[in-house]
């Protein structure tokens, strides 16, 4: 599976933008699919996954009620709706596409295709 990320940019604080994992060469249907971000120096981040086992979405605390996953199997997408954005979530985001058990969807390590990433800047 080939996944392309898209959708960054640069916003202010409050603000809200849209990124979309697309997948080629298969079909995102039999994986379960994350996004994680990594700022400079730090390590990458669970945001959020949408597990195909259960068809759940799993959010970290840190952007829960403001980030929201969605799948859209008919164009083999996955997108986060990323609002009330703050300055700390300023980095580059990665989707991921995997099988992780349910109780694993947050480690980087269950998924075995990344997309390139794109970099969200949130100033203050």
């Known amino acids: 599976v080939q996944l392309q990320a898209s959708g960054g940019g640069l916003v202010q604080a409050g603000g809200s933008l849209r990124l979309s994992c697309a997948a080629s060469?298969?079909?995102?249907?039999?994986?379960?699919v994350g996004w994680f971000r990594q700022a400079p120096g730090k390590e990458r981040e669970f945001i959020a996954a949408?597990?195909?086992?259960?068809?759940?979405?799993y959010y970290a605390d840190s952007v829960k009620g403001r980030f929201t996953i969605s799948r859209d199997n008919a164009k083999n997408t996955v997108n986060l709706q990323m609002n009330s954005l703050k300055p700390e979530d300023t980095a580059v985001y990665y989707c991921?596409?995997?099988?992780?058990?349910?109780?694993?969807?947050?480690?980087?390590?269950?998924?075995?295709?990344w997309g390139q990433g794109t970099q969200v800047t949130v100033s203050s």
């Open positions: 991921g596409a995997g099988r992780p058990i349910i109780s694993a969807v947050s480690s980087a390590s269950m998924y075995g295709y």
């Open positions: 060469g298969r079909t995102f249907s039999g994986y379960t």
């Open positions: 949408h597990a195909v086992q259960n068809n759940h979405a």
